[in-house]
């Protein structure tokens, strides 16, 4: 009688042995059981696993992904922020003959005497710079004008015999001389200041004014330039703090405003980058000192 559960038993069947290899329990590999995967029909050939197969320090998975940035495992933190490589600080340096592109312009290592005075010892200084020579146009050509007008009214004066008008050109030529010669004097004076900490302005020759706002209270900042302002490399700059009033919002004729954007934009959202860009480049300059 054959099986309720099958087809009757028929040794001519050519699916017999098919159907009992299909049908055949695998069995269980063991730690003994030699290089294989297992001591059962068709897995004896082939190489064996091993707990960690794939896992482990060969090529490829040797602490690093597929871009091979490097990451740095913390048993308490689960996983720390991949470490900046060398590739993707090479484009923010110029090399040997300057030919690379750079993104951001070298740095003055020490400030000057006018603004090491408003740092304090922890603050890392980033840069300082004087508004575009474009802030002083209106004095100068008042001073070309005046220069011009007065000369031509001293020497008419002087061929009609009236000695006390031209007394009176020549000090009032010598007045506005002064009132010019002081306001290049206040714009030497006046700088913008970055640190890794905050932005400042500082300007005045007699009546110092010094403002200043903290980098993680700017909310917003923007730089505009006008079609003058884009021929001769120069913007205004606004800054926002959570709108409320500040000392600090509008600064006219900065040079260069796209470089000095990036500048504050990579100090508030990439600290670490500057640093090590920094570091970098310090020792490049030891390094060439010692060589």
Excluded at 44 to 57: E, N, R, T
Excluded at 194 to 204: E, F, H
């Amino acid at each position: 009688m054959g099986s309720p559960s099958g087809p009757p038993f028929d040794p001519d069947d050519p699916d017999r042995e098919r159907r009992e290899r299909d049908t055949e329990p695998i069995p269980r590999i063991g730690p003994d059981d030699g290089p294989g995967y297992g001591s059962g029909p068709g897995l004896s050939d082939g190489p064996s696993l091993s707990d960690d197969a794939g896992y482990g320090d060969g090529p490829g998975y040797a602490g690093q992904g597929r871009s091979g940035r490097t990451w740095v495992r913390d048993p308490e933190a689960g996983y720390q922020p991949p470490q900046i490589s060398e590739d993707e600080l090479a484009g923010l340096r110029a090399d040997a003959a300057g030919m690379a592109p750079r993104r951001v312009l070298p740095l003055e290592d020490e400030p000057s005497s006018l603004v090491a005075r408003y740092l304090f010892p922890t603050e890392r200084y980033r840069g300082e710079w004087k508004r575009h020579w474009i802030h002083l146009s209106t004095p100068i050509l008042v001073g070309i004008a005046a220069t011009f007008v007065l000369g031509y009214l001293s020497g008419f004066l002087a061929g009609q015999d009236v000695g006390a008008l031209t007394t009176i050109a020549v000090l009032a030529w010598f007045a506005v001389m002064g009132w010019v010669a002081w306001r290049v004097a206040d714009w030497w004076y006046d700088r913008f200041i970055l640190t890794n900490k905050r932005v400042m302005v500082v300007n005045g020759i007699i009546t110092r004014r010094v403002a200043m706002m903290p980098l993680v209270r700017v909310t917003d900042m923007k730089y505009e330039q006008t079609p003058t302002g884009r021929a001769l490399n120069y913007g205004t700059f606004v800054l926002e703090s959570a709108g409320q009033e500040q000392a600090l919002r509008e600064i006219k004729n900065l040079p260069n405003p796209n470089e000095l954007y990036l500048r504050v934009v990579e100090e508030m959202y990439e600290p670490q980058a500057v640093e090590a860009r920094l570091g970098k480049e310090a020792d490049e300059a030891k390094a060439d000192d010692g060589a």
